[in-house]
């Protein structure tokens, strides 16, 4: 009986080593009935993973069928193979801030010179955007009134990208992993914003109506409504009162 209960178990409950990459696809490959979270095989072999690494060299804590169930079986670490840790959004609660894939995605990673990437120059913008709707561009009707933005200017250097697509030409190494050294050839920062991330010019280059953080935004704001409101209180008023003048008798 022991020995058919050993046997039974051997065949079910499988080690860490008995998981290989293939029984993970099988799992979890799109169009499998075995597990709600799927992922495209196809996209993943396209990615600068797909032959550098197998599955438990990233998911480390899926060491048997207990992984199903069992809490943080899913966590990735990506600071084991690669020297940045991730430290964008730094100061923000832990549990919400960005995570390597929130930017990197999670199977279909590609090289930042890859058209395909999130990361890449031309997609840079759309990926950003997803958490800094307004500092991409998308201000609301308060911040855009008192807005000053420098979309571009010419520069000698024609191999750079100089406009306000290109984030991480300001925001360098700080702002995107949390390191100091700069990740990219991009030299906005150099005269835009310092890699501790302090403005070197004054007021902002991403305005925003905050009475909190950016108080003379808000200010401005304010301001401007007043003035519109004027406007167009004014405008009525002349309307309304050129309307109800009496015409004036003709003289003979």
């Not at 490959?29 to 600068?48: D, H, M, P, R, T």
């Not at 899913?74 to 609660?93: D, F, L």
């Not at 855009?144 to 250097?157: G, I």
Request: a neutral charge.
């Amino acid at each position: 009986m022991r020995f058919n209960l050993a046997i039974l178990l051997l065949f079910t409950v499988k080690s860490a080593a008995a998981y290989t990459s293939q029984d993970c696809i099988d799992c979890h490959k799109i169009g499998s009935s075995e597990s709600a979270l799927q992922i495209s095989i196809v996209e993943f072999n396209a990615s600068i993973h797909g032959e550098e690494a197998a599955c438990r060299d990233c998911h480390t804590s899926v060491e048997n069928q207990d992984h199903v169930t069992a809490p943080g079986s899913r966590g990735v670490e990506c600071s084991s193979c690669h020297e940045q840790e991730n430290r964008h959004g730094w100061g923000s609660n832990s549990g919400t801030r960005p995570q390597c894939y929130s930017c990197h995605t999670r199977h279909g990673m590609r090289s930042k010179d890859d058209p395909l990437s999130p990361v890449h120059s031309q997609r840079l913008k759309e990926t950003c955007q997803s958490c800094h709707p307004r500092e991409c561009g998308q201000t609301d009707y308060l911040s855009w009134l008192p807005s000053l933005q420098v979309a571009s200017h010419n520069k000698q250097d024609f191999s750079q990208v100089f406009n306000r697509a290109n984030c991480l030409g300001c925001h360098q190494g700080k702002a995107a992993h949390g390191m100091q050294e700069p990740i990219t050839d991009q030299t906005c920062f150099a005269c835009h914003l310092t890699l501790d991330g302090q403005n070197k010019l004054l007021g902002y280059i991403h305005s925003k109506a905050d009475a909190r953080h950016q108080p003379g935004v808000m200010a401005a704001a304010a301001v401007y409504q007043v003035i519109l409101g004027v406007l167009v209180l004014g405008g009525i008023a002349f309307f309304i009162r050129s309307l109800s003048r009496k015409p004036q008798p003709r003289s003979l």
